[in-house]
Each structure stands twice: as C-alpha cells, then as structure tokens.
C-alpha cells in the first residue's frame, strides 16, 4: 500500500527556498498512469493545487506558481521534491504531498511550513 512522508524545515525567511521532500514506500514512482502532486492549505482557507510529475517524468504546474517552483524526482531514491523560491508569508501553509493512483488517491499527514522573519 502507498504512503507518503512529507519532511522539511517548518520555519523559513522570506524570499528565501523552500525544499521539500515526499518519501513515498509500498509502490513505484514511475508506475504506469501514476502522478505524484503537491497540495496546500494555507491557514483558514481551501487547499490549492501546486502542481504534481507524472510517472513519465512530466511536469505541470498551476499557473499563479509556475514561476517560482519545481517538481522533480530521484527514482533511485523512489522521492518527489518540491522547490519553491521567493518565499512570502502568503505561501505560509500545510503542504501535503499527493499520489493520484488509477483507483484513488492516497495523502500524507503534510506538514508544515511558515514564512516569517
């Protein structure tokens, strides 16, 4: 059974990077029809859709962030990463990692992330 570990720093400066990890066990990265998304919940507001990397390696991002972030994945390690630049206390958040399988989809606990000084 999939499972998804999201890790990262909880505190983070503005117009700093934020990296993100999602660890994911129990199934491939690179299975066929998969997709691994990134997903947030900023505080007292809906989630939003970041963007996610299918299984073949493709990328697609929302359009209000595709400027300042990146998907990317190390197979080897069965990992999906979340870069995102010039941070600001508006991307303050739980970021919660994503797998869209054939059948459903499966959620890690998140965690989370401030933008403060």
């Known amino acids: 059974q999939v499972q998804l570990q999201e890790s990262g720093p909880g505190l983070v400066k503005p117009s700093q990077t934020l990296s993100l990890i999602c660890t994911v066990s129990g199934g491939s990265i690179t299975t066929s029809s998969h997709a691994w998304a990134w997903i947030r919940q900023p505080p007292g507001k809906g989630l939003e859709w970041i963007g996610l990397?299918?299984?073949?390696?493709?990328?697609y991002y929302s359009p209000s962030l595709k400027s300042r972030t990146s998907i990317s994945r190390d197979n080897a390690k069965n990992t999906v990463y979340l870069q995102m630049n010039s941070l600001k206390p508006e991307d303050t958040a739980v970021y919660y990692c994503?797998?869209?399988?054939?059948?459903?989809?499966?959620w890690g606990q998140g965690t989370q992330v401030t933008v403060s000084s």
């Open positions: 994503n797998a869209q399988l054939v059948l459903r989809d499966v």
């Open positions: 990397i299918g299984y073949d390696g493709r990328t």
